[in-house]
């Protein structure tokens, strides 16, 4: 089950069928947690890239699966892999 905010998914329980793509990022007003869940690495990034368009631009931790992907974020994003 998820609830619908500002047209983006926020998890309000867990799907079993998705991976949650969580950690923090910077932002003007200090570091600011998150956690999505989704099928694909890919498909989260674009979640939190349409939530903040900053996202991916700054110092961040983030895992997927429980697996450090902070390098790999950082790649997709800068190399214009989100849509």
């Not at 991976?19 to 690495?41: I, K, P, R």
Request: negative net charge.
């Amino acid at each position: 089950m998820s609830n619908q905010t500002n047209g983006t998914k926020t998890a309000l329980y867990a799907e079993p069928d998705k991976l949650f793509f969580c950690g923090w990022y910077e932002t003007e007003t200090g570091a600011c947690q998150f956690s999505v869940q989704e099928n694909s690495l890919k498909e989260a990034i674009n979640i939190m890239v349409k939530r903040d368009v900053d996202f991916g631009h700054t110092d961040m931790e983030v895992t997927f699966a429980d697996e450090d992907v902070t390098d790999q974020a950082y790649k997709i994003i800068l190399a214009k892999g989100v849509e």
